[in-house]
């Protein structure tokens, strides 16, 4: 399908030969840009950023870099290309050729996993949008922009399937994904970790890192869906979505390097009477945000996750590379795992695998996190500093899941809740940690200038250096307000 950019949604999905749809989207446009001025990024709507837009969805050339002000950003729709050949890759149904129309059996099923999806992606938008008051460089405003106004196109990706497959109800749908506000007691959005606020820029980066990184696994298990146009819209996302956790590890990572240089400087001296951010503290984050993102992976014992693989809804990830996965029917398999008894104590058990399903891409998830947490390490054992980042256990911090009714410490072990009480704070960001983060967030806004609590990128964007000037503000004395 041509890559039409000149019309006022931007596609490859052939809107043009469709005038009813394309007249629907175009009337969803304008309150989409309503909310976009209403929720999103507060006080740079008029500012020049350096985006990086989707023009296309060749591998090697579907991105274009240039100043734009974000309400004129060209949000579209773009699908990876249509494979005729392509068949359903696991579950009942594997082998069957893959679906181009909503399977009507599984239409409410689908329905559900879109509007989810497509939930998440204005929520953080809305969860981030004070962020810019306080970006540590124009590099760092400029990264929280583009993730901004992708999780934008992400939201007409969703919007886009729902107008074209779901008739009215998806229409409806569509209304409502602009209705919900994150946090909002009223009207939440679907998700818990969407709803808690972000806002500070270590939050951020951690949101970036281990959040983001629960939509790359989302995104990939519906990008084997037997549903076409599902896997293709999802395949694109994916091209996005590895800026938003480059964004988020390498964040951390200059924080861990800034605050490394400050302890081998003065190793005598607490960093915090220097301007840095404490391992210990940037431990708690991490504790916090990796909690938060493992609920979102639904429950690990789950009947839905076993009819949707079984259905060819959403696979495992990586289900069709070759070698992956020997078996893409998962019947005769178990999943051992442990939950809590009735005693206090806890029983292991086997799950049959598909309805394990959501633990199996959790595991993917972790490993993944685990590559990133090494990563970090490294820069701190560079330093000749001991001590390690670590990925908490399981039953740590949940909200969700088999684990949420009881208390743990990150290494598992079970706790009274007098006990949690008494050393949370350990663990956990303690009021007092979130102030001193917040007293650092002061804005920095001179090209090539950056704040004392973080190092400098290695690398610009696109082949610019780190003094390149990723926004230019507008002399409109109104712009920030
Ligand atoms: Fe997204
Ligand atoms: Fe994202």
């Not at 008051?133 to 583009?146: E, G, K, T, V």
């Not at 060819?312 to 078996?327: A, I």
């Amino acid at each position: 399908m041509r890559v039409d950019l000149d019309s006022r949604i931007p596609n490859n999905v052939g809107l043009a030969d469709d005038r009813k749809l394309q007249r629907a989207l175009e009337e969803w446009q304008p309150n989409f840009k309503d909310w976009w001025m209403e929720m999103g990024p507060e006080g740079f709507q008029l500012d020049k950023i350096y985006l990086r837009t989707a023009v296309a969805v060749d591998p090697k050339g579907w991105a274009h870099f240039e100043h734009v002000k974000m309400p004129d950003y060209r949000w579209g729709i773009f699908l990876t290309p249509h494979d005729e050949q392509r068949m359903i890759g696991f579950g009942d149904n594997l082998g069957q050729p893959a679906w181009d129309q909503v399977p009507g059996d599984w239409r409410k099923e689908l329905r559900r996993i879109i509007v989810t999806q497509g939930d998440t992606e204005p929520a953080s938008v809305e969860q981030q949008r004070l962020l810019g008051r306080c970006a540590p460089s124009l590099y760092d405003l400029r990264n929280l922009f583009q993730v901004n106004v992708e999780e934008g196109r992400h939201l007409w990706a969703m919007v886009y399937l729902l107008h074209k497959y779901f008739g009215r109800d998806g229409r409806e749908e569509a209304e409502d994904l602009l209705v919900r506000r994150s946090g909002n007691p009223d009207s939440p959005r679907i998700l818990g970790a969407f709803n808690e606020p972000i806002n500070d820029w270590l939050s951020f980066f951690c949101f970036t890192f281990f959040t983001d990184r629960d939509g790359k696994y989302q995104l990939a298990s519906l990008a084997e869906s037997g549903f076409d146009p599902l896997a293709r819209s999802c395949r694109f996302m994916l091209t996005e979505e590895a800026h938003h956790m480059f964004v988020g590890e390498t964040g951390i990572s200059r924080i861990l390097q800034r605050t490394c240089e400050l302890m081998k400087d003065a190793p005598a001296e607490d960093v915090t009477t220097r301007g840095g951010i404490p391992l210990d503290v940037m431990q708690k984050y991490v504790n916090r945000w990796f909690s938060v993102s493992q609920d979102l992976f639904g429950g690990e014992d789950s009947s839905n996750a076993a009819s949707y693989f079984a259905a060819g809804l959403k696979g495992r990830f990586n289900e069709s590379m070759p070698g992956k996965y020997p078996d893409h029917l998962a019947l005769d398999q178990v999943y051992n795992t442990a939950r809590p008894d009735a005693a206090g104590g806890e029983q292991s058990v086997e799950v049959p695998m598909r309805r394990a399903m959501n633990l199996v891409l959790r595991d993917e998830y972790r490993t993944d996190c685990q590559k990133g947490v090494d990563r970090w390490n490294k820069i701190i054992k560079r330093a000749g500093i001991d001590f390690e980042i670590t990925l908490a256990d399981e039953r740590f911090g949940r909200a969700q899941g088999v684990w949420s009714r009881g208390r743990y410490t990150p290494s598992g072990a079970p706790l009274t809740e007098a006990q949690w009480e008494l050393r949370k704070g350990e663990w956990l960001p303690t009021a007092q940690d979130e102030a001193y983060v917040a007293s650092l967030m002061k804005p920095v806004y001179e090209p090539g200038k950056i704040a004392p609590w973080i190092a400098p990128p290695r690398t610009g964007i696109n082949n610019n250096g780190f003094d390149f000037e990723y926004v230019q503000f507008s002399d409109d004395p109104y712009a920030r307000i």
